[in-house]
């Protein structure tokens, strides 16, 4: 069965720490694996990691692909408050499916 | 942002009764998905499209069915809604496979089903 796990499934830091934000996948026909934002609405997109693209970074954010581990991290340095949100990682499969994890609820402390 | 609207927002509706949600873009995009979102579940792929006409099922489609009569609009239905079906959907569009481009989503619908 094709999965995504996530972890920790939540997590409470002080403003100003970093953070380590874990997906390990078992997914058959593996295309990408794509790191989200959610805060109350709909998830945004963060990243896409794929074989030709095993690292992407923007700002504090930064994330990378381990395709010999399955699995992959996404990093926060500096957290702010506003970084507090449920981060999604999902899996491409095949052509069109996403298998999403369960995702990290992140809380950030002031 | 992305062109999604989903549509209605908020519904509550009664056991047996039957649903349509619609997903609308003005995107232009070739493809469409709905998810349904559950506490511990994550994201659940329900149905998809890639192209007028074209769909395929998700994970999670038994009790849904879908059409896509025109590019910008994706409806989902719930025949005869359950309580199980009650959830947050999300549409998303793509404008080309997952291997290239990154999926986008829609404020979701918060649906309950008494």
């Known amino acids: 069965e094709d999965k995504v796990v996530q972890s920790p499934l939540s997590l409470v830091v002080h403003e100003g720490d970093t953070v380590t934000l874990n997906c390990s996948y078992e997914?058959?026909?593996?295309?990408?694996l794509l790191w989200y934002k959610q805060e109350k609405k709909a998830p945004t997109f963060l990243f896409m990691l794929t074989s030709s693209g095993i690292e992407k970074k923007s700002g504090r954010l930064s994330s990378i692909l381990d395709k010999k581990e399955l699995s992959s991290i996404l990093n926060i340095t500096a957290t702010q408050t506003g970084d507090s949100a449920i981060y999604l990682c999902a899996v491409g499969q095949g052509a069109q499916k996403l298998v999403f994890g369960q995702g990290t609820r992140l809380t950030i402390n002031p | 942002d992305a062109g999604i609207t989903q549509s209605p927002r908020h519904k509550v509706t009664e056991t047996g009764t039957p649903v349509t949600l619609r997903c609308h873009q003005t995107e232009n995009h070739r493809y469409m998905y709905w998810y349904r979102q559950d506490p511990g579940h994550g994201l659940r792929l329900i149905h998809y499209?890639?192209?007028?006409?074209?769909?395929d099922k998700g994970e999670v489609s038994d009790g849904y069915s879908v059409s896509r009569s025109k590019t910008e609009d994706f409806l989902l239905t719930l025949e005869s809604a359950t309580s199980s079906q009650t959830s947050v959907y999300f549409c998303a569009i793509s404008e080309r496979g997952i291997s290239n481009q990154p999926q986008h989503f829609g404020d979701g619908t918060r649906l309950s089903i008494l």
């Open positions: 499209s890639y192209g007028v006409k074209d769909t």
């Open positions: 997914v058959t026909n593996f295309r990408s």
